[in-house]
């Protein structure tokens, strides 16, 4: 499963811009509606499209390995309890 970073990248973004930023910020900077910005904050394994990837990236000004992260399930049940 590829896991978005979203809320992490907000954060740093916040961090280097010294204010506050907001989901709805992100919305009306991107273009991106506040729905699918809110489901890719809230739901594990939201699938979303490059085009939106590429206008995170961009407002983040990050690499979309900084975005995006490989999370590969337990295969078994004794990797499962680790």
């Given at each position: 499963?590829?896991?978005i970073l979203f809320r992490q990248q907000l954060d740093e973004k916040s961090f280097r811009d010294g204010k506050r930023i907001t989901i709805g910020d992100v919305a009306e900077q991107t273009g991106i509606s506040r729905a699918t910005?809110?489901?890719?904050?809230?739901?594990?394994g939201y699938n979303t499209n490059t085009d939106t990837?590429?206008?995170?990236?961009?407002?983040?000004e990050c690499e979309p390995s900084e975005l995006l992260q490989l999370v590969n399930p337990p295969t078994?049940?004794?990797?499962?309890?680790?």
């Open positions: 499963m590829i896991r910005i809110t489901r890719i904050a809230n739901v594990p990837i590429n206008l995170l990236c961009n407002y983040f078994s049940d004794s990797e499962k309890m680790k």
